[in-house]
């Protein structure tokens, strides 16, 4: 298998994670994290709306799980796939739990397409590569990937207003 391959895989896997937490009443993102052996150490959808959450995108809610189960070192040395480009408050918790690679569908711009005024997501521009380079931490960011965009989108449509 290719490493394109490889993301795509467990983009779909993330992919599946939104669909979960879309059929659970919340927003439809979803995330996971794989070690460096290729082994999904968790999955994460978003709990925004049925926890009553602020903070409670995928992304965020999955790291502050993992950040009580794996070291820092072992975090490093993690990929996180999510559905779309991560906003700027879960690229800073990303960044905090010292997740070492992130790999995304769709960009933040393209969600903020599907998205449009809904006040559930008012999508900031700011790209999580500036996020992470505003750091002192080489993340490494890969994304997007327009031949899953119409995957990662099709769990969006008729949900926004």
Request: proline share 4%.
């Amino acid at each position: 298998m290719t490493e394109k391959e490889k993301h795509l895989h467990y983009l779909r896997m993330s992919i599946e994670a939104s669909k979960r937490a879309r059929a659970s009443g919340n927003t439809p993102f979803g995330c996971v994290l794989v070690d460096r052996t290729g082994r999904v150490l968790w999955e994460q959808g978003n709990v925004e709306i049925t926890e009553h959450i602020c903070t409670g995108h995928a992304e965020t809610t999955l790291m502050q799980a993992v950040s009580k189960r794996y070291s820092k070192e072992e975090l490093w040395h993690c990929t996180l796939y999510t559905t779309a480009e991560p906003c700027a408050m879960c690229a800073g918790s990303i960044y905090w739990g010292n997740v070492g690679r992130v790999v995304y569908g769709i960009t933040e711009q393209r969600l903020a397409e599907l998205t449009g005024d809904d006040e559930q997501n008012l999508t900031m521009d700011m790209p999580c590569r500036e996020v992470f380079a505003s750091g002192r931490k080489p993340i490494v960011v890969i994304g997007p990937f327009p031949e899953i965009e119409d995957e990662v989108v099709a769990v969006h449509e008729g949900y926004w207003r």
